[in-house]
Every structure is written in structure tokens, then in C-alpha cells.
């Protein structure tokens, strides 16, 4: 394998002893989304130096745009390759990895044999929870194997004619998000049918911040299979390397193509345009907040999914202006970092209390480097039930026992979270009763980081 040795020296921290905090609103992207970067033309698959993103150690060069010099393209030689993306999967001048790996097959000596496509699927058209179905790729005529749906994890038989596996996929750092457990079963996949795994890295939009619990295992599903915190504080590239380490045994051959000159504590130096990689993340500050605000989707509440603001607006229709400015007063008194709430009336086109004219709070990121995603959600839920009679769980009489699982111990990774907060214990209590398992994960993390 052709990746560094392991890194074993501790990340910055701040004077309260965390880990450094380098969040940016616009965290993979001074550029909006859909923006050109100002470097844009080049068509050939080589990458070039002209993008502007420079981070730690000199010019920032993606995963994929590594993998295309020469010296690493041989790692594909000879090789049938099937490749795990989405419409993330793309250079900085926004060049799909799909059409570039294509491309290269000639120089490179491999053969581009099947697209698979995680969640939302490899085009990123379909809603979330949609089942992807296998079909033609009609620009490459390559087959596509759905990965979420009835099949998450590859088969022998979609394995069969591979020799390498290459993920390619942006992810924003957050736990319950699924392309880090399609990462995880693809390569649980490929070390069971002997195949090689490439990952080409990308930059983690909430940098190396760690919060939340531990996932329990008896909580395991697609939104959290393994043992790690709700947000992680990994590229996917070292999430990779610890999927290997600590839960794998080592039985992937795994490669990580590493990313030039990023430097973990500021992410937004990377300076690449926002490509969304899911329909309800469509801003680099949406990828801000959703680690904490998706926690609402466990409630009878919209999460902001069907307007224009998702997961940056909550709301009902039975919640009224005595509720919104109950709301707002219990939310300032936190005195949470780096965010301000509004009053924001809204009505969902999708999803929960799709059509109904709906009273709400918005949020607005003012300091991204010290919000705190997870203990902002953490205050927003307990407010909501502090202050609105109706807010429920959103299984209603289905989630009451401590027997129930429900949607939040999923999300948040354990019962404790649920219990905590229906007891009317301080939402500070619950961040404090995370860091302590936050900074062991943190521990185990070293051994694996690359930056």
C-alpha cells in the first residue's frame, strides 16, 4: 500500500483542552453552490495546479486528482475496477470522478467494469429513503449496482468480475449520515471476496471536531452501524483506516489516496466549490448544522426537509408566536456559540406537515468555527419539549419504555439521550456526559490520522 506511515502526534487543541476548532460556513466552498472555480477549463484527466486551494504544507490536491499522476494511476494496472460515487465524487474544477477514471483507463492499463451507488444514487437523483435501482449508466454505459435499497452491502456475485473496489464519495462527518456505512459494508465486502480497496480522500467539513455519544451496538443500523461518536472528526480516508483497525481486523487491503497540502483544522482552504451531496444538503452551512438539527427529524416536528431551508428551520403548525418566542428566550439563555435564532413561518412542500402552514425557528450561523452542532441540536429539542405540549417522539405511544428503541436512540446512538432529556435534565448534562467517551474515541483516532 502506498499510503503514509500513521501520524502520532496530538491534534491542536483549544485552552479548554478539545480538540482545535477550524469550522468555516463555507467549509468545502468559498464559492456557492454551482459556482466555477476561477481556475475551471482544463478537459484532460490530469489534474491540474491552477485551483486556488492551498491548506497546510502548499498546494491542496484531492484524493482523485492524486490518484491521476502517473506514479499512482499504476496502483490500478491490469486491474477490472468498479467505483462507489455520487455527484461528489468530482475534481476541483468539477470534473466527475466517473468521466476521469473513464478517461484514464488507456494510460492508466485498467478497465472501468461497474459504477454502485450509495444512498440517493450515483447520479444523486433519488429523495432520501428512495430505493436505487440497478440499471445502465447511460453516459458510460457501464452497469450500476445499487448499494441502498434491498442491497446495501455488494455481493459475491456484484463482486465477482472486480478486482479493486474505489470509493469516492464526500462526506460531512457526521454519524448518521449512510455513505460512511456503505463505505464500511463495501469494504466488509471486499475483504471477504479477496478484492483491494481504494479510497480516494476528501476533506471533512466539521474538521477534526468530536461530540456525541458512542454509538451502543444494541443500536446498530444503517444511520450507525459502529462504534463511533456522532460526529467522528475523520476524512473518510481515516474513517477507512479505523473501520480496518478497530472493527475489521485488518482483512482489507486497503489503500488511502491521500489529499496534498489540507490542513484538518481549516477545511475551507481547500476552497472548493459545494456540490450537494444529498437533496437536503445543498449548502456547505446546511453540512454545518445537520450533525445536531438532523436529531429533529426523531420528533413530530418538520426538520425543515420540503422548504428551503432545511435542517435550518424547524417547525409545526401547532407551534404558535408564544411558543417561537419560548423558544428563542430558552435557546438565547444557553448562550450557545456562533449562531443566532430567528421566528420563521414556513410551509413544507415534503414530509412532515407537508402543506401545512407552519410557525418555526431558523437558525443562523454568524461563528462557524465555534459553533457546536451537536449541543446546539441537543438545546433545540430540549427547548421544544420544555415549551410545546404537542412535540412528541415522532412513533408517538410507540416510544415510552425504556424496551422501545426509537428514532432518537438511533440517531443519537443510545437511550440515554431520550432519557435525559424526558426526565428535564439540563441539556448541559448531556453534552458533559458525552466528552468523556468523545476524548477516548479521540485517542483511538491518533493512530489512524493522516493530516
Not at 470522478?97 to 454502485?116: C, S, W, Y
Not at 460531512?172 to 480522500?201: C, P, Q, S
Not at 433545540?380 to 410545546?388: K, P
Request: proline residues 7%; aromatic residues 8%; contains cysteine.
Amino acid at each position: 500500500m502506498d499510503h503514509a506511515a500513521p501520524r502520532q502526534t496530538e491534534p491542536p487543541r483549544d485552552h479548554d483542552g478539545r480538540p482545535g476548532r477550524r469550522r468555516v460556513l463555507a467549509t468545502l466552498g468559498a464559492l456557492p453552490a454551482g459556482a466555477a472555480l476561477t481556475a475551471a477549463g482544463s478537459a484532460h484527466a490530469a489534474p491540474t495546479d491552477r485551483g486556488k486551494g492551498k491548506g497546510k504544507g502548499g498546494r491542496f490536491r484531492l484524493g482523485v486528482e492524486n490518484l491521476l499522476q502517473p506514479r499512482r494511476l499504476r496502483t490500478l494496472r491490469g486491474a477490472r475496477v468498479g467505483l462507489i460515487t455520487n455527484p461528489t465524487g468530482t475534481d476541483r474544477e468539477l470534473r466527475s470522478t466517473i468521466d476521469l477514471l473513464v478517461e484514464a483507463q488507456e494510460e492508466g492499463g485498467f478497465t472501468m467494469a461497474a459504477l454502485f451507488g450509495p444512498e440517493h444514487g450515483v447520479r444523486g437523483a433519488e429523495p432520501a429513503g428512495g430505493a436505487v435501482g440497478d440499471y445502465t449508466d447511460e453516459k458510460t454505459g457501464l452497469p450500476v449496482r445499487s448499494l441502498y435499497g434491498a442491497t446495501q452491502k455488494p455481493t459475491p456475485e456484484m463482486l465477482a468480475d472486480l478486482d479493486v473496489l474505489v470509493f469516492d464519495i464526500q462526506d460531512i462527518g457526521t454519524r448518521f449520515y449512510t455513505y460512511i456505512w456503505t463505505l464500511y459494508y463495501a469494504m466488509e465486502a471486499a475483504a471477504e471476496n479477496g478484492k483491494r480497496f481504494v479510497v480516494l480522500d476528501r476533506p471533512n467539513p466539521l474538521g477534526t471536531d468530536i461530540e456525541g455519544f458512542v454509538l451502543e451496538p444494541e443500536l446498530s443500523s444503517f444511520v450507525g452501524l459502529r462504534e463511533i461518536p456522532q460526529t467522528h472528526g475523520l476524512t473518510v480516508g481515516e474513517l477507512a483506516l479505523l473501520f480496518n483497525g478497530e472493527f475489521l481486523d485488518g482483512a482489507v487491503t486497503l489503500e488511502v489516496v491521500e489529499m496534498s497540502g489540507y490542513d484538518p483544522e481549516d477545511p475551507a482552504a481547500a476552497d472548493l466549490p459545494w456540490v450537494l451531496p444529498s437533496p437536503n444538503i445543498p449548502t456547505a452551512d446546511t453540512a454545518v448544522v445537520y450533525a445536531g438539527t438532523g436529531l429533529i427529524e426523531a420528533l413530530n416536528i418538520s426538520e425543515g426537509r420540503g422548504t428551503t431551508t432545511p435542517f435550518l428551520w424547524f417547525g409545526a403548525p401547532f407551534i404558535t408566536e408564544d411558543h417561537i418566542e419560548a423558544i428563542i428566550a430558552d435557546l438565547r439563555e444557553a448562550e450557545l456559540p456562533g449562531v443566532l435564532f430567528r421566528p420563521m413561518f414556513a410551509t413544507p412542500t415534503t414530509s412532515k406537515h407537508a402543506g401545512a402552514f407552519s410557525g418555526g425557528v431558523q437558525l443562523h450561523v454568524t461563528d462557524a468555527d465555534a459553533y457546536e452542532p451537536v449541543r446546539t441540536g441537543i438545546h433545540v429539542i430540549a427547548a421544544l419539549l420544555r415549551n410545546v405540549e404537542e412535540v412528541d417522539w415522532r412513533e408517538g405511544e410507540d416510544c415510552r419504555t425504556d424496551a422501545d428503541i426509537c428514532w432518537i436512540d438511533r440517531l443519537s446512538g443510545t437511550r440515554r439521550t431520550r432519557q435525559m432529556l424526558e426526565a428535564g435534565d439540563d441539556p448541559e448534562s448531556i453534552v458533559a456526559a458525552w466528552r468523556r467517551e468523545a476524548r477516548r474515541f479521540e485517542a483511538t483516532t491518533r493512530r489512524y490520522r493522516r493530516y
